[in-house]
C-alpha cells in the first residue's frame, strides 16, 4: 500500500463530508487507502460513511469521543501506507492531489512532510507565498502549510517516534511540522491541490483564543531552541508566558532582544508575505506580555 489517506469524523455536515470522501475516491492515483475514524459523532455521520461501498475505506468507530488528538493518533497506527495523507471530513481535495504528491515524495527522499498550496472556500479565494519560503519558517509562523494539505512519510514518523503532541491541544499540526523539520525536509507544492473550509462551527472559529496562545508558545519554543540566546533564562520566561506571568523589566528586554535577532535573521531571506509576517507574529507575543503587564497592573491598583 503506497498511501493511506486519514480523515478523523465528528459531526461533520452531511454534504461536507460526502464532498470530503468523493474527492478521495476520485484521486487519478488508485493505490490508497481511506482510513475513515468516526470519533462517536452524535449525528448521521456513520450512514453517510457506511452508504459508500467501496473496499479502499477502511472504517473504524470510536466507542466513546476521543477527540482530535488521541484519534489522530489511533489513525497513525492505523495507517499501513508509505505515505500517510491528511483531509479533515468538511475539507476536500483536487483529484490530482496524490498522484502529485506520491511523484514528489519518491523522487524526494529527504523530504519528512509535503503539504500543498489551497484556497478557502466557498470563496475560492487564496494567499500568493513563495512555498521556497516556508522550510525557513516553519517552525516560527504557523499556517504555512495546511493541516488538510499534508502528506507524511511514514517511516520518518516511526523511526524518530512521532506522533501528535497531546499537550498542543488546537495546535498539534504545527508541533507536528516543527518535529518533522528537524529530522527531515519540509516542502509544498506551488499548487492549489487542497480546498479548507472556514466555518463558525469549526474547532479554530470555536478555540481561536487559546489556540492562539498555544501557537505562540510553540513557535517561542523553537525560536529559544533555534537561535543563539542565555536558555537558562530564556525557558523561565517561556514557563511564564504558559502561566500569563508579567516579566520583570530585564525578562522583557532580553526577550526583545532576541526577537530582533530572529528578524534580523529571518526577514532578509524571506519574500512576501511571511517577510512581513514574521515581524507581526514576534510582536503578538510581545503584546501578549504587555496586556498580561497591564491586567495585572490594574488588578493591583484595585
Partial sequence: MS???????????????????????????????????????????EDVILSYKDNRIKYYKNERNLKLIATLNKGLDLCSGKYIARLDSDDYCSSQRLEKQVEYMDTHPE???????????????????????????????????????????KSVLTDNKLYYNSDCLHAEDFKMWSDISRVANVAVLPEVLTYYRQTETGICAQNENFQNKMLMLISFDNIIKDFECDREKMYPILVKFTKSIPLTENEFKMTKELFKSVINSLVPKLSEPYNARIIQYLEAIIQHFKIIKEVKTIWMNH
Fill in 3 to 45: 498511501v493511506s489517506v486519514l480523515m478523523p469524523v465528528y459531526n461533520t455536515k452531511y454534504d461536507f463530508l460526502r464532498q470530503a470522501i468523493e474527492s478521495i475516491l476520485s484521486q487519478t492515483y488508485e493505490d490508497f487507502e481511506l482510513i475513515i475514524i468516526n470519533d462517536a459523532s452524535t449525528d448521521n455521520a
Fill in 111 to 153: 523530504t519528512g512532510v509535503l503539504g500543498t498550496l489551497f484556497e478557502f472556500v466557498p470563496e475560492h479565494v487564496r494567499e500568493i507565498v513563495n512555498v521556497e519560503d516556508i522550510p525557513l519558517c516553519i517552525r516560527y509562523i504557523p499556517g504555512c502549510l495546511l493541516h488538510s494539505s499534508a502528506m507524511m512519510r
